[in-house]
């Protein structure tokens, strides 16, 4: 091969090639490989002696050899620095067949000589097919939960209806010949029944969270924490009372709705005394809104703050208070969309607080 220094100016520039950690490659004009650093040597298995008799098309799997001469040409009439591969599927080819995924900087050197640095980023297209290919199976299973949800939608829910029907029927018309026990069984029916149709709805509702887009809009938390707690209509034994100046926020507002009438709902379902205080307070953070909801109610142990979160999951026998288990999976889910988070603070006997966080710029 052609010395070094007959190609490159300056030891200095010799010496940081044979001590560089990718492989370089000096080119011809003619596409001549005229010089190459140990990296490259152990890049395409070479000798440094050997690569004096290839040419650069040598290097390259031979699909990619025909269209190459007619770069090096292109290149040849505007040298300067460009970085190869970008939205490319560039391959180089060792000597002993194999291949390996690669991207190319050129610069351009004296007499119409060019400097190929060549990265082997054979792990990187590697991680990104797995990454494609988990995106690929994140996408079926997207679709195979949003038909499923058209079929508990459909196939589920008219049967139960007709159950439910049917057991309405037989309370209203059948009373009087069930004696107490009969009457028990009818009521608990009745309950599950409703209890399962409820389940269905909750399901469906998370299911559709983050698949249809609402546009984000300004707000005002004031008006909307107004809507909600007339529509939940408190009994007249729990008091509500709501922070004054409420910010006004930008999220979608169906999701806002549903997280405050998740929290407010929980509130008011789990009461445990003759009077329910609940409070609706919040503060502001330097890249957020944080807002609270405060009980009086049995509280929770910290053991279950995780628990709770989850798909289904309840603290109490559902004979006893009626829940899907839901409510605070859908509030996650929504907040955490939102670019938000939501945690809790509680001590049995002593209340709980549910807070969340919105951002004050929408994701």
Not at 14 to 33: F, K, N, P, Q, T
Not at 90 to 117: C, Q
Not at 335 to 360: A, D, H, I
Request: hydrophobic share 40%; with cysteine.
């Amino acid at each position: 091969m052609i010395a070094a220094r007959d190609i490159l100016n300056g030891r200095d520039a010799c010496w940081l090639m044979d001590c560089a950690a990718d492989a370089m490659l000096v080119i011809g004009s003619d596409g001549r490989v005229l010089l190459a650093n140990p990296a490259a040597e152990r890049l395409f298995g070479y000798s440094l002696d050997e690569f004096g008799g290839l040419s650069v098309e040598d290097l390259m799997p031979r699909r990619f050899r025909a269209a190459h001469g007619d770069k090096r040409a292109d290149y040849a009439g505007r040298p300067e620095y460009r970085r190869m591969g970008s939205g490319l599927e560039l391959y180089g080819l060792r000597k002993d067949g194999g291949e390996f995924a690669t991207d190319i900087s050129i610069s351009p050197v004296e007499n119409g000589h060019v400097l190929a640095t060549v990265y082997d980023v054979s792990s990187r297209k590697r991680l990104e097919e797995e990454q494609k290919r988990m995106i690929h199976e994140l996408e079926n299973v997207n679709e195979e939960l949003k038909n499923f949800a058209y079929v508990v939608s459909h196939d589920l829910k008219a049967p139960l209806r007709a159950i439910g029907s049917l057991a309405d029927w037989i309370a209203a018309d059948q009373h009087d010949r069930l004696d107490a026990e009969g009457q028990e069984h009818l009521r608990l029916l009745i309950q599950r029944v409703r209890r399962l149709d409820a389940l269905i709805d909750g399901v469906l509702r998370y299911s559709r969270i983050g698949r249809a887009h609402e546009a984000a809009s300004a707000i005002d938390l004031n008006e909307l924490t107004r809507d909600v707690i007339d529509s939940l209509a408190p009994p007249p034994e729990v008091t509500v009372s709501v922070a004054a100046d409420l910010p006004t926020v930008r999220a979608e507002k169906t999701g806002m709705q549903q997280v405050l009438q998740n929290l407010l709902s929980n509130a008011i379902r789990y009461l445990d005394k003759p009077e329910g205080r609940i409070g609706i307070n919040y503060a502001e953070q330097a890249d957020c809104w944080q807002f609270s909801v405060a009980d009086n109610g049995p509280g929770i142990e910290p053991r279950h703050f995780e628990r709770i979160f989850q798909l289904f999951q309840t603290l109490h026998p559902r004979d006893r208070v009626e829940s899907t288990g839901v409510g605070l999976s859908i509030v996650k889910k929504i907040v955490e969309q939102n670019g938000g988070r939501v945690w809790l603070e509680s001590s049995p006997g002593q209340g709980s607080t549910f807070y969340f966080t919105v951002p004050k710029t929408y994701p």
